[in-house]
């Protein structure tokens, strides 16, 4: 099953590619919020809609009563996002934007796994996670040097 969430999560992060791709030349044609917009709303229908036909028999309000409010920071955090690559992917270009975002989430991510955050099982940095680290550092001098 280890695999498969690996090869899943491999897929996404290619959608965010094609996603970034599609976004700069949205945002210079309608407008960079406007464009950012129109990504939610699209993202909210299919999963409203994905919702209303794929239940776990739960009510609506149940599953939200006792959440932590800290664990809604995602939806505040997914739109800054989402305007970042409408406004950088232009002037990057979809590499440098992705390779940037992959550094951005992996120096963070090592950081919340050590330290387990948000519920997170610690995991312990050792040589080779900063070996990987290294590796995305390099590939984010590399990605910058070969655009110049």
Not at 35 to 58: M, Q
Request: aromatic letters at 12%; a positive charge.
């Amino acid at each position: 099953m280890y695999i498969v969430y690996i090869l899943c999560v491999a897929l996404a992060g290619m959608g965010l590619s094609i996603e970034a791709g599609l976004l700069g030349p949205l945002g210079e044609q309608v407008g960079h919020l406007w464009a950012s917009f129109s990504i939610f709303s699209i993202g909210t229908l299919i999963l409203l809609l994905s919702r209303l036909f794929i239940s776990r028999g739960r009510t609506a309000r149940e599953p939200w009563r006792n959440v932590p409010k800290w664990q809604f920071i995602g939806g505040f955090l997914g739109p800054i996002y989402v305007v970042v690559l409408t406004l950088a992917t232009p002037t990057l270009g979809v590499t440098m934007t992705m390779i940037g975002v992959l550094f951005g989430q992996v120096t963070k991510s090592l950081v919340i796994d050590v330290y387990g955050w948000f519920g997170m099982l610690k995991q312990p940095i050792n040589r080779l996670r900063i070996l990987g680290m290294f590796w995305v550092v390099l590939a984010l001098v590399f990605t910058y040097m070969g655009a110049k």
